[in-house]
């Protein structure tokens, strides 16, 4: 049982090492260990700001680039929809020129086919006179070789002039 209960002397001189253990080892470890886990906490803690923004700025930047996006996006839009519009307006014009010139070349025709026409029509006409006094003459040859018919002819015309 004398090792179970320790003796008084034992106790005290336990308790004198002990203190002096704690004295040596604040005055000397103490201290550095304290300071080391300082800073290890303020690195932490700075690291932890560090971090934050960082993931500030990331947000920062994500949001940028989804304006960025967007802002692309509609420019894009904008240069497509000017695209068409200008696509529509020179096939809008093409067609429009076209079609004034198919009604200029159709007048055209149309004046060509009508002066073709007419020309046709004089050429016709003259010989339809040319072939006329030709049958006239030709009438008239055959009927004035009877010298009794000229005379007839003669008097019957001096007396229409007379009555006109």
């Known amino acids: 049982?004398?090792?179970?209960?320790?003796?008084?002397?034992?106790?005290?001189?336990?308790?004198?090492?002990?203190?002096?253990?704690?004295l040596i080892l604040k005055k000397y470890a103490w201290g550095?260990?304290?300071?080391?886990?300082?800073?290890?906490?303020?690195?932490?803690?700075?690291?932890?700001?560090?971090?934050?923004?960082?993931k500030k700025e990331m947000e920062k930047l994500n949001n940028?680039?989804?304006?960025?996006?967007k802002q692309a996006k509609r420019e894009r839009e904008e240069i497509l929809k000017e695209a068409r519009e200008i696509s529509n307006k020179t096939i809008t014009e093409a067609?429009?020129?076209?079609?004034?010139?198919?009604?200029k070349i159709?007048?055209?025709?149309?004046d060509q086919i009508q002066?073709?026409?007419?020309?046709?029509?004089?050429?016709?006409?003259?010989?339809i006179a040319t072939l006329s006094i030709e049958m006239a003459e030709k009438i008239l040859k055959a009927e004035l070789k009877n010298?009794?018919?000229?005379?007839d002819l003669i008097e019957r015309e001096l007396?229409?002039?007379?009555?006109?």
């Open 32 to 54: 550095p260990i304290l300071n080391s886990v300082e800073e290890r906490n303020n690195s932490i803690e700075k690291a932890l700001e560090s971090a934050e923004i960082a």
């Open 106 to 110: 159709l007048g055209s025709a149309r």
């Open 95 to 103: 067609k429009e020129k076209a079609n004034s010139e198919a009604e």
């Open 64 to 69: 940028d680039n989804e304006q960025i996006l």
């Open 115 to 127: 002066n073709e026409k007419m020309k046709a029509l004089v050429e016709l006409k003259n010989q």
């Open 159 to 164: 007396k229409n002039k007379d009555l006109n």
């Open 1 to 22: 049982m004398s090792l179970v209960t320790p003796a008084i002397g034992l106790m005290f001189w336990t308790c004198v090492v002990f203190i002096t253990l704690v």
């Open 147 to 151: 010298p009794q018919v000229q005379t």
